[in-house]
């Protein structure tokens, strides 16, 4: 009987271990996830989700442009930044009809390197890739006339 006793007690405590474990294992894993750092792509698509909801009275394809970050013409001052940020740079004149600004955004187009191909690069060598790669980098103007965005151009 006591033999027995003592095998109940044995399995008691195995079981209580196992959930015991198994808990604990769920929890960490929970808190890892939760705690993970954003890339900065996540970062921005969380807070245009975050200017969406919000802002509930935009008209349905103002709220998705917002979303996909894709600046529309007649879209505010406001929602573009959301969109995109601020600009790189900012003209702004004004006169009797009222202000108009410019929005420069630049894109740098980086050659797309692969972690071994970058592990053996130099200094000097991945200095010059970044050199050409602004060299040959696009900038976007975004034209606003009294806070709406009114035009663009690409060059």
Not at 24 to 51: G, I
Not at 67 to 85: F, K, N, S, Y
Request: proline share 6%.
């Amino acid at each position: 009987m006591k033999g027995r006793i003592m095998q109940n007690k044995h399995l008691y405590i195995i079981l209580f271990l196992l959930l015991l474990f198994s808990a604990c294992a769920s929890t960490t894993s929970d808190r890892s996830s939760q705690y993970r750092k954003l890339s900065p792509q996540e970062q921005a698509y969380n807070y245009r989700m975050q200017y969406v909801l919000s802002n509930p009275d935009l008209p349905p394809g103002i709220k998705q442009n917002i979303i996909d970050g894709r600046p529309t013409i007649g879209m505010t001052a406001e929602q573009v930044l959301v969109c995109w940020g601020n600009p790189a740079d900012a003209q702004r004149s004004g006169d009797a009809t009222g202000v108009r600004e410019v929005w420069i955004y630049y894109h740098v187009p980086m050659p797309e390197l692969s972690p071994l191909e970058a592990g053996l690069l130099g200094a000097d060598q991945v200095n010059a890739l970044y050199a050409r790669a602004l060299a040959n980098r696009r900038a976007t103007f975004l034209y606003f006339v009294n806070g709406i965005f009114s035009s663009f151009e690409e060059r």
